[in-house]
């Protein structure tokens, strides 16, 4: 691994690809695989799907939700399908809650219905002709629970989620948060050891999401296992998650706290996704000099001479229709490439010797009387600036 920062029947349109979402995790006992990893999950895997390879280690402890972002391709989704056995692995082990439940050297491969993994998907693929109810017994009828108390516990996890009064409504007739919702409750029915959330959010719309969100938020404070969530909104991975793990090209490229992540992303897709400039550059003393050739200077100086990755916030980047005077010890001419404008605020695509995004109010927008193609001077003060080693 590359170091990384450590900080009844189915129809066709309920689950496929041989597993049930929310339906995993088979009574533990004899003739189960060895205990191993300690009681989270501990994942250390490659396999090859088309282009992609993918080689990922990583772990989860009980109680924590670890998330998993990356660019489209990136392998995230190939990641999850793995670890709740819909792909076979080519090399290493995967273990949940103690237990190795598939290990390629040894020939170990447990079934999806066996390893104790609730799954929801981001289409929820609940069963179109059962209830709500009958889609979250399911899973548990699935495992052998009786019927009446399958149901039973299929009553009680609709409630949790704010569904009791729906229970003999099918999919159809449900909203896409009330479905999801039902999606969520089958998934955690099963007493899982694993939850794995596929984009569970992204189908909704912004007030549903919203919603859906904060009691998402609630059920993952009282599970007790790991859960590893795919996503590619920023917003929720830092609402929902303990931890970031960035996925790019099938390898990890950063795994710390979201604040860490906010402040020193390792990528430049990573820092896209906080909304920060990034480059890459080589630093000496006071001064760095990027990739292109250009340089900036900075207040606090490199401990030593070597490459570094360099952040800047578009706020701080501040524009002026002439060569500003004074403080500034970055200055350079620039044009503007593009305006994003969302509500009160603006951000600034500016090209030039360091192409940067800048972030304004929109009556600066139009006190400057800024266009696409105009031409300016941008200024970022050396103490705005954020540096680190490689």
Do not use: C
């Not at 969520?184 to 050891?193: F, Q």
């Not at 550059?281 to 570094?308: I, K, N, Q, Y």
């Not at 970022?380 to 490689?390: G, L, R, S």
Request: no cysteine; hydrophobic share 45%.
């Amino acid at each position: 691994m590359s170091e990384v920062d450590r900080d009844p029947a189915p129809r066709a349109d309920g689950p496929r690809d041989g597993v049930t979402a929310g339906a995993g995790g088979g009574p533990r006992g004899a003739g189960d695989p060895p205990a191993a990893g300690g009681d989270g999950l501990s994942v250390d895997l490659g396999l090859r799907l088309g282009a992609l390879e993918l080689e990922v280690a990583i772990d989860a402890a009980p109680g924590e939700v670890v998330a998993v972002l990356g660019p489209n391709g990136a392998g995230k989704t190939t990641l999850l399908r793995a670890i709740a056995g819909l792909l076979p692995i080519e090399r290493g082990r995967i273990a949940i809650g103690g237990r190795v439940v598939e290990d390629a050297a040894a020939g170990v491969r447990v079934t999806p219905q066996q390893r104790s993994v609730g799954v929801v998907f981001q289409q929820h693929l609940l069963f179109g002709h059962l209830s709500a109810l009958e889609n979250v017994a399911f899973g548990l009828r699935a495992r052998g629970v009786p019927r009446r108390e399958a149901r039973g516990r299929a009553r009680d996890w609709l409630g949790r989620v704010g569904l009791g009064g729906e229970v003999q409504t099918k999919p159809g007739a449900l909203s896409g948060g009330q479905a999801q919702r039902v999606a969520l409750a089958r998934a955690l029915a099963t007493d899982p050891a694993l939850l794995l959330l596929d984009e569970p959010l992204a189908a909704l719309d912004v007030d549903t999401r919203r919603a859906v969100r904060q009691q998402l938020r609630r059920h993952l404070d009282d599970f007790a296992g790991p859960v590893l969530l795919i996503t590619h909104e920023p917003l929720e991975a830092i609402n929902l998650a303990d931890r970031l793990v960035i996925l790019e090209q099938g390898h990890v490229v950063q795994d710390a706290p979201p604040a860490v992540v906010a402040r020193r992303p390792r990528s430049a897709w990573a820092a896209r996704l906080v909304g920060l400039n990034h480059y890459r550059g080589r630093a000496d003393g006071h001064e760095l000099t990027l990739a292109s050739g250009a340089t900036l200077a900075v207040a606090d100086a490199a401990d030593r001479p070597g490459d570094v990755l360099v952040a800047i916030h578009p706020r701080a980047v501040a524009l002026f229709p002439s060569q500003p005077e004074g403080t500034p010890r970055n200055t350079w001419r620039a044009t503007i490439d593009a305006l994003d404008i969302h509500d009160d605020q603006v951000r600034v695509h500016l090209d030039g010797p360091i192409p940067i995004v800048a972030q304004i109010t929109a009556s600066a927008l139009a006190e400057l009387a800024l266009t696409e193609g105009s031409t300016l001077w941008v200024a970022v003060k050396a103490t705005e600036i954020e540096h680190w080693p490689v």
